[in-house]
């Protein structure tokens, strides 16, 4: 079974500032896609950054980036420069190459961004 | 051009009627999916149909919850006798083979 634990139900950063949220995953496959998702108060799901499993580089999108440890399954994302407009839910999700199916999402981690 | 739409935006109804949630895909988007999310909570995978492949209904929590897809265009969820327990957000997304998801905005749906 594939599962996506996040243990942080709760977190806030002061504005400008980094922070960083914690993803563990658990899968037998040895290739699958890493994402990050985020859930403002909207409800719209919006992709942050993705990364493949093949891959050693850390995916980085502009001020996010993600460390991946894939021996130890762990797939963080680091927010840099934090902007009010970060403050949303964080979602961490699993999906198995070659497979057009479900994504496995954990249980999100609520970001709140302080001015 | 239109992301994912998903209508309606809430929906209050009494326990025990059926419910029907509708979500339009992107165009050309061969895979859609449907989600649930529950309070505070991630999400559930319900149900995904791809092209005209026989949907993958593993997520179905119950047989009250149905769902079908004309073609490769819209799609409608069903839940029959609704109780208390089925209130929560559900989420569509659709892609292209293998590729990123992307999601509606969801329809709240409340059981009293």
């Known amino acids: 079974a594939q599962t996506v634990t996040q243990s942080q139900p709760e977190m806030s950063v002061q504005e400008a500032e980094t922070v960083t949220l914690s993803c563990t995953y658990d899968t037998s496959e040895s290739n699958y896609y890493l994402f990050w998702y985020k859930q403002p108060p909207s409800r719209q799901m919006i992709l942050v950054i993705r990364?493949?499993?093949?891959?050693?580089q850390n995916a980085t999108e502009n001020r996010f980036s993600v460390n991946f440890q894939k021996a130890a399954k762990s797939f963080s994302l680091k927010i840099s420069d934090s902007q009010l407009g970060d403050t949303a839910m964080y979602f961490c999700?699993?999906?198995?190459?070659?497979?057009?199916?479900?994504?496995?999402f954990g249980q999100g981690t609520t970001l709140q961004v302080k001015p | 051009g239109a992301g994912v739409s998903q209508s309606p935006s809430n929906k209050v109804t009494e326990k025990g009627k059926d419910v029907e949630l509708r979500c339009d895909p992107i165009?050309?988007?061969?895979?859609l999916y449907w989600y649930r999310q529950r309070l505070g909570q991630g999400l559930e995978f319900l149900i995904y149909?791809?092209?005209?492949?026989?949907?993958?209904k593993s997520g179905l929590p119950s047989d009250r919850f149905s769902a079908e897809r004309t073609g490769e265009s819209v799609s409608t969820l069903t839940i029959q006798r609704t109780q208390q327990e089925d209130s929560a957000v559900y989420l569509c997304?659709?892609?292209?083979?293998?590729?990123?998801?992307?999601f509606g905005p969801g329809t709240r749906l409340t059981v009293l």
């Open positions: 165009s050309g988007h061969t895979a």
């Open positions: 149909f791809q092209g005209n492949s026989a949907p993958d």
């Open positions: 997304a659709s892609s292209l083979p293998g590729d990123e998801q992307f």
């Open positions: 999700a699993l999906f198995k190459a070659g497979n057009t199916g479900k994504l496995i």
């Open positions: 990364q493949e499993a093949y891959k050693q």
